[in-house]
């Protein structure tokens, strides 16, 4: 499969592209900076340089032709204010889909974040960003023309992966190690069955592989 990532040089997108290229697959992500392009080498994947807060989505659409899925794995990150998490963890996840559609790739899957909500209350930066997250999986899962999943993670972190995992519609809060969540990941894009489903993601007992499988179709 050929597999575009948004966030290609990001923390989860890198450890995706290696597990893709280990499997055989080839991984492009997209990132803004030409001084990323090397680290997505080594991860064994090629590089789309193009800014998602600036470019249209017929420049998208370029990049995403020919895919066979997509993911959504950008975020303006922790450091950024709140105007950034409206610009790229929601309006550059509604572009993506909108390319997406235009390319014709129908398999999408979003990295989002467990309590993701398009009416959360608050006005602090973590409450923009989970309204900015819940407002485009709202926008993905309202789109007919995608056959798509959203992948809502816990806590994330730097911890090395398990390989055993809790995956449900709703799993309670908890922690999970952003080597497993590449790992959920790269089982998903290969999983159609998971398509329409909205699923959290959080450290537990159970194989990565058999937590997809035992959720897809559902």
Known sequence: MRIVIAGGHGRIALRLERLLSAGGHEAVGVVRRPEQVEDLRAAGAEAAVLDLESASAAEVAEVLRGADAAVFAAGAGPDSGAARKDTVDRDAAVLFADAAERAGVRRFVVVSSMGADAGHPGDEVFDVYLRAKGAADDAVRARTGLEW???????LTDDAG???????????????SRDDVAAVLAELVETPGTAGLTLELVEGPTPVAVAVRDVAGN
């Open 149 to 155: 999943t959203v992948l809502r993670p816990g806590a």
């Open 162 to 176: 398990t390989g055993r995992v809790r995956l449900a519609a709703a799993t309670g809060r908890g922690r999970i």
